[in-house]
T-cell receptor, first 113, second 115 residues
Framework: RKEVEQDPGPFNVPEGATVAFNCTYSNSASQSFFWYRQDCRKEPKLLMSVYSSGNEDGRFTAQLNRASQYISLLIRDSKLSDSATYLCVVNPWLTGGGNKLTFGTGTQLKVEL | NAGVTQTPKFQVLKTGQSMTLQCAQDMNHNSMYWYRQDPGMGLRLIYYSASEGTTDKGEVPNGYNVSRLNKREFSLRLESAAPSQTSVYFC??????????????FGPGTRLTVT
């Protein structure tokens, strides 16, 4: 079983739609969780951290369910500029210096007119 | 600030050739990382350096060596390139403190093809 699993998509949605991605992780001791965004042929960039209580940043909402070991990302009112690959990222432990991240393979989103 | 820079952007090697990928950051970060990204595999950690003077193996270190030249620079060397090392290589850096997560900032990547 992969440490971090995501549906690869692609998710094709019309502009203005709401879309949700899920991600599951296998290490129950994982400490920190994130969503990164990666545009085609570009480097990954941090989109948002995921907190146990859930957190929102504008049109984006992230949720964590530790009992079921999954993380979700909800995008409301999708824009064309949201088209990208969304990477689920887990920090298995907080080491003494240097944070080793485990990346999912990504979910591709295409927002269409 | 340039952030994280990588050279070269593209490279084609023949099997058995060697090369060094260069990475530099100007954010005064302690920790630096090298990843490779392959279709369907996600980003995988090759080596990392938690602080200047230290390096450690990641998930896929075989066939690679690294050097943390100073706080700014972290290079990745392929001694004898193989077609299986065809990939996109990303360097990243972050601050670090025990028990605290800091965002990793990525460079633009190096696209390497080994024929």
């Amino acid at each position: 079983r992969k440490e971090v699993e995501q549906d690869p998509g692609p998710f094709n949605v019309p502009e203005g739609a709401t879309v949700a991605f899920n991600c599951t992780y296998s290490n129950s001791a994982s400490q920190s969780f994130f969503w990164y965004r990666q545009d085609c042929r570009k480097e990954p960039k941090l989109l948002m951290s995921v907190y146990s209580s859930g957190n929102e940043d504008g049109r984006f909402t992230a949720q964590l369910n530790r009992a079921s070991q999954y993380i979700s990302l909800l995008i409301r009112d999708s824009k064309l500029s949201d088209s990208a690959t969304y990477l689920c990222v887990v920090n298995p432990w907080l080491t003494g210096g240097g944070n080793k991240l485990t990346f999912g393979t990504g979910t591709q989103l295409k927002v269409e007119l | 600030n340039a952030g994280v820079t990588q050279t070269p952007k593209f490279q084609v090697l023949k099997t058995g050739q060697s090369m060094t990928l260069q990475c530099a950051q100007d954010m005064n970060h302690n920790s630096m990382y090298w990843y490779r990204q392959d279709p369907g595999m996600g980003l995988r950690l090759i080596y990392y350096s938690a602080s200047e003077g230290t390096t450690d193996k990641g998930e896929v270190p075989n066939g690679y060596n690294v050097s943390r030249l100073n706080k700014r620079e972290f290079s990745l060397r392929l001694e004898s390139a193989a077609p299986s090392q065809t990939s996109v290589y990303f360097c990243a850096s972050s601050s670090s403190r025990t028990g605290v997560f800091y965002e990793q900032y990525f460079g633009p990547g190096t696209r390497l093809t080994v024929t």
